[in-house]
């Protein structure tokens, strides 16, 4: 048995050995630049991700250093590269996406949130539900969806008349459109009318989901070990011990049984309608299904049996669309008017040319609105949703890059994709990158593009018009084209409508860094997120 003065020396050496790996890994990528630890624990870290500074910082940090910056995170934790160079993105997302993977931390935390879905899959697992998902969101299943957004469009558009006529009263229009986007899914994509079900409870939970889940960011990297140690039973009857005792733990329990609760209801009789071939909007006719969960049924019940996908898996797709879904449109709907009140030639630009085309608009000449199209896109590149996304390098590489200097990165480094970064960096954009301005996107005579700020071997690899906001590559946001249809025909419908303005001088809003980017009003952060405006109606059309 060894002496307590050799325990200590063997404790002393392990700890040494720990030490310097940890250097060793660092040093392989300290000659790439990066902003100066301000903290001893926590680096430059704190100030990446802070709430309402983080991505003025992430933006700097480029502008001063590169497309390439090193991010030190503190003692005894291996610092990150903050990445938002073209040629290593295209490396990264599409040439060799198989290395840079989401790490094991964000695949817990998405599966606890959403199940075993394509948020929280990787490798074959994803290849497979991809090919499951990708027919149902191509445009000749999206253009059966516009009547169906359309309708709940209006109906947002006749709440609002209740609430508008007066440029003294201002309306939180991000409550408005949160809920209407919940409704959009749920009829578009789930075949389900959630305001239906009476008082929008589905809206607040989620409204509060993702906040109560980021408040155990600190206990992520646990999540799989545990599950590993005890199982995915055991370790949620402890966290159903744990909810008892402490009321932070209750919330999360709650809301994530909601969400569970509900795609559980609409599942199952989405599946008895499946099997008895009873297709509506609420299972009780016989027509064609066109909500994206009942096409993914009918797809999995006419393959294979060896081919078909678990129910879970299925429901997760349902538990993704929601979650993922409501944020994305609301959000950039809402900050599109917001930046329309303030900019009222664009907006008077847009009604005209909304106004010259006549009655409800279907599939196609939504399509055919070039600026409306400019305006999406450019609110879309200057203002993502998300701001960075985290990788994980699987095994050493070689990060190319722009200025042709490679970088050696080891297996294990986290690297933060600059979505919003990248989007705006002068670098590709040109000197007006911080500036709203949709004629970049507009053609020319000649049919070319005036400024798109994307030249050859400088293009972003996005899914979308070389912008990041959905990602790139094999793992780019599979619904962007559904989010996109739905923004274009909320904004159609509520400018033909309503004239926005900006809100009361004391209702200053701040955007603020999180999972989705979030409006609140500076000193009344505790009422939670919201986006007031004010409303003019101009009669209804």
């Known amino acids: 048995m060894p002496t307590a003065p050799s325990s200590l020396l063997l404790v002393l050496v ?161 409550g408005h459109l949160s809920r209407t986007a919940l409704e959009l899914i749920g009829q578009g994509g789930l075949g389900h009318s959630f305001s239906a079900d009476g008082p929008y409870t589905l809206s607040e939970t989620l ?89 993914l049924l009918l797809a999995n019940a006419r393959a294979p049996v060896d081919e078909r996908h678990p129910d879970d898996e299925l429901r997760a797709h349902m538990a993704t669309l929601i979650t993922a879904g409501r944020d994305t449109v609301s959000h950039v709907v809402a900050r599109t008017l917001q930046v329309l009140a303030e900019r009222s030639d664009v907006q008077d630009a847009l009604r005209a040319e909304l106004a010259n085309a006549s009655g409800d608009f279907d599939f196609d000449a939504l399509m055919a609105l070039p600026y409306l199209d400019a305006v999406i896109r450019e609110m879309l590149r200057l203002y993502s949703t998300i701001s960075f996304v985290n990788r994980t390098v699987q095994h050493d590489t070689v990060l190319p890059l722009l200025d042709g200097q490679p970088v050696v990165v080891p297996g294990g480094t986290t690297i933060r994709i600059g979505l919003a970064t990248a989007n705006t960096a002068p670098v590709l954009w040109g000197a007006d990158a911080r500036e709203f301005r949709p004629e970049r996107w507009l053609k020319d005579k000649e049919g070319k593009g005036k400024e798109t700020g994307q030249l050859n071997e400088r293009a972003l690899p996005g899914v979308w018009s070389n912008i990041m906001s959905f990602m790139g590559g094999p793992r780019g946001c599979i619904g962007y084209r559904f989010a996109l249809l739905e923004m274009k025909v909320l904004l159609s419908v509520l400018l033909r409508r309503f004239r926005f303005l900006p809100a009361s001088k004391d209702m200053r809003v701040e955007w603020y860094l999180g999972p989705s980017n979030t409006p609140y009003i500076v000193g009344r952060e505790s009422e939670g997120p919201k986006l007031p405006l004010r409303i003019e109606s101009l009669g209804s059309t």
Not at 266 to 290: H, T
Request: aromatic content about 8%; hydrophobic content about 40%.
């Open 14 to 174: 392990a700890s040494l050995v720990v030490l310097l790996a940890l250097l060793a890994r660092r040093k392989r990528f300290r000659t790439v630049p990066g902003p100066p630890a301000t903290s001893f624990w926590h680096g430059s870290d704190a100030q990446f991700l802070d709430g309402r500074t983080g991505q003025s910082f992430q933006d700097e940090i480029v502008r001063r250093y590169g497309m390439i910056v090193r991010v030190r995170r503190g003692f005894l934790r291996d610092d990150h590269l903050f990445v938002c160079d073209p040629i290593a993105l295209q490396h990264m997302l599409v040439k060799d996406q198989t290395n840079f993977e989401q790490g094991a931390t964000q695949q817990e935390t998405t599966r606890l949130i959403h199940g075993p879905g394509l948020l929280s899959s990787t490798g074959e697992r994803h290849k497979r539900q991809r090919r499951l998902l990708n027919p149902v969101f191509t445009a000749p299943h999206l253009r059966r969806l516009v009547p169906v957004f359309h309708d709940v469009a209006s109906k947002l558009a006749d709440v609002l008349e209740k609430t508008a006529g007066t440029r003294d009263h201002d309306v939180d229009v991000l």
């Open 207 to 295: 409204k509060d989901l993702l906040p109560s889940v980021f408040q155990y960011v600190h206990w992520w990297p646990l999540l799989r070990p545990l599950r590993a140690v005890f199982g995915p039973h055991l370790l949620r009857r402890a966290a159903e011990g744990i909810s008892r005792h402490s009321a932070p733990a209750a919330r999360l329990k709650r809301n994530i049984d909601a969400l569970d609760d509900a795609t559980a209801k609409i599942f199952a009789r989405k599946k008895q309608a499946v099997l008895e071939g009873r297709f509506s909007a609420e299972d009780g006719g016989d027509c064609d299904a066109v909500d994206i969960i009942s096409q």
